[in-house]
């Protein structure tokens, strides 16, 4: 009798120590008592009754990395682009995403899939190729609305790689081709204009002065002299061949007396 009675102290000692579970500290376990959700355990150390009265499920809360498969989907100025995108969230309530929804990875992944389409749908190709982290933004948003009652938090959406077809690519090109086009045309008419004004300011300095005048046409023939192999022909005004002609025979040089 002594020996059935530590036999029996013996498997129930077993018994109960195979109730005991451990939890991650990135992990909580939800405790379901015939099939009804009782509670969450953990991290760490937990018992749970055995016999399978009592059944723990473990739940991951660390944020998740998943990629957002390429779609086809039709802008709204009719442009058919491909797009794709990598979305982060985790599970910040264990409860709801295993009771209130089957696959909670797969859910997530197939509303963030419906929900690209959508948005691509509803802007145009320049918004796109140009917003696109407005666009992912708009799509954290949506996904996290539809995910909060899963308990799941959607962390960050961006779009990857969008491609358009090659007809559009060209068409593209030449329109940014054009464009560069029309700048350089733009900024070399300014360059001229400018150019313009700044003569017509010195045309108007040398008929003030009409000194200047004839020093600029010395200069002038200054430079065209340092060229090689040139004769140059330059009619000189009568005031400057006599003072010259004076200044040569060493004759004091006297101004002309107006009147």
Avoid: C
């Amino acid at each position: 009798m002594p020996g059935v009675l530590l036999i029996l102290i013996a498997v129930v000692i077993f018994i109960a120590i195979t109730g005991f579970r451990v939890a991650q500290q990135y992990e909580r376990a939800l405790v379901f008592r015939f099939g009804r959700y009782t509670g969450t355990r953990g991290p760490g150390l937990f018992w749970i009754v055995p016999l399978g009265i009592e059944r723990a499920l473990k739940v991951d809360l660390r944020v998740f990395t998943d990629g957002v498969e390429q779609q086809e989907a039709m802008t709204r100025d009719n442009v058919p682009v491909k797009a794709n995108a990598v979305i982060w969230y985790r599970i910040v309530k264990p409860d709801l995403a295993i009771i209130e929804v089957q696959n909670v990875r797969n859910a997530v992944i197939q509303v963030a899939l419906t929900t690209l389409r959508n948005i691509i749908g509803q802007h145009s190709l320049d918004d796109v190729l140009k917003e696109r982290e407005q666009l992912s933004g708009m799509l954290k948003d949506r996904v996290d609305q539809v995910t909060e009652a899963w308990g799941v938090e959607i962390q960050n959406v961006e779009m990857k790689n969008v491609e358009i077809p090659a007809s559009m690519q060209r068409a593209m090109a030449q329109e940014a081709e054009a464009l560069r086009e029309k700048r350089a045309r733009i900024i070399k008419a300014e360059a001229e204009l400018e150019a313009a004004r700044k003569l017509r300011e010195g045309a108007e300095e040398l008929m003030r002065t009409p000194a200047s005048l004839e020093l600029r046409r010395m200069q002038m023939l200054t430079e065209i002299g340092a060229e090689q192999n040139t004769m140059t022909v330059v009619m000189m005004p009568s005031e400057f061949v006599s003072a010259a002609r004076a200044f040569a025979e060493g004759a004091p040089v006297l101004p002309k007396e107006n009147g």
